[in-house]
């Protein structure tokens, strides 16, 4: 039942949640939806795809907007030999209403829910997935160390001897903490998660989340497991995009000698003022004008000197002294 090189055949269908409003990372989610946000001159959504196929995950979908069109295109014309299916979730109810979408199109008894702005090693992924067979459990969540202001806008839980015992969402002070444990928007689910979610009321945030659902099973003596990553990519708002950007810089073949990579049709009359950034597709930068450390997205056009920036068309943000 396995591949011979990969994951469990058992959990070989993942399901993308790509249909967030994207609001922490406003302004530039509203030019450029979220999921198609670009790391390196690749959307976010890709990498993750890439990443699940090294993982021997081929059947692959995605909960989307009603009004998203383009992510299928992308997808589509990138691995025109998928199949991909896409999912739409009319109504922005939370994580919880995403993953009920799904019910009626999962196959497998053990299925892959991952969030569409985070990102995990295809090494991960196999070994979350034998993780979660080996200990038969009912789910397996992904787990990473996480501070107090980033866990009040995540989850947290309390985790022992391979097991999860509790998990609480976005805890608004630090007494709710359970532990510096959060559960990192990747899961294996099995389809115990779709009535204990039809159970759960909204939260005070008028969403439906998981957190709630997961602890239905466990106060049943379900077994909930976790697997401790080492290294995850939560691209949620600006700093991620940039950060996230200038990280993978240092790992892919540039041919420019400044340390930059340079998107297609890029108008720069001179070329050695740009140094350790990345130039997204189609960008203009006026003659004389420096860039340094810096993310310049699709279709835009630099006026000015920028140090630590992240742009977007006319927005800009600049991260000095981060």
Not at 55 to 69: C, D, H, L, R, T
Not at 231 to 241: F, G, K, M, R
Not at 252 to 261: A, F, I, K, R, W
Not at 294 to 320: A, G, M, Q, R
């Amino acid at each position: 039942m396995s591949n011979q090189e990969g994951i469990d055949t058992r959990t070989h269908s993942a399901y993308i949640l790509a249909a967030g409003r994207g609001t922490r990372m406003y302004p530039f989610s509203q030019l450029i939806s979220k999921p198609l946000l670009p790391i390196v001159n690749i959307p976010i959504i890709l990498h993750s795809i890439k990443r699940l196929l090294l993982a021997g995950i081929n059947k692959i979908s995605v909960v989307i907007k009603p009004e998203e069109q383009r992510i299928q295109e992308i997808l589509n014309t990138v691995y025109p030999d998928l199949k991909f299916r896409f999912i739409i979730q009319k109504e922005p109810l939370g994580t919880g209403h995403a993953v009920l979408q799904i019910e009626k199109y999962v196959e497998h008894d053990n299925f892959i829910v991952l969030a569409g702005d985070s990102l995990f090693s295809a090494d991960y992924l196999e070994k979350l997935s034998k993780t979660h067979l080996n200990e038969s459990n009912i789910i397996t969540l992904s787990l990473e160390e996480m501070n107090y202001e980033q866990m009040r806008k995540s989850s947290t839980v309390d985790y022992s001897n391979g097991r999860v015992w509790n998990i609480r969402e976005k805890p608004l002070t630090r007494a709710e903490v359970l532990s510096n444990l959060n559960s990192a928007a990747l899961y294996i689910f099995t389809p115990a998660i779709f009535d204990a979610l039809k159970e759960t009321d909204k939260s005070i945030r008028n969403e439906y989340e998981l957190a709630p659902a997961i602890m239905k099973l466990i106060n049943l003596g379900k077994r909930v497991g976790g697997k401790i990553a080492s290294q995850v990519y939560h691209i949620s708002n600006a700093y991620d995009l940039w950060n996230t950007n200038l990280e993978f810089l240092t790992s892919v073949e540039l041919e420019d000698s400044n340390g930059n990579l340079i998107g297609k049709e890029v108008e720069n009359p001179t070329p050695n003022k740009v140094t350790n950034s990345v130039i997204g597709d189609f960008c203009s930068i006026l003659d004389g004008v420096k860039v340094q450390n810096s993310v310049v997205l699709p279709n835009s056009f630099v006026k000015h000197d920028i140090t630590n920036s992240l742009v977007l068309s006319d927005h800009s943000v600049s991260f000095l002294g981060e």
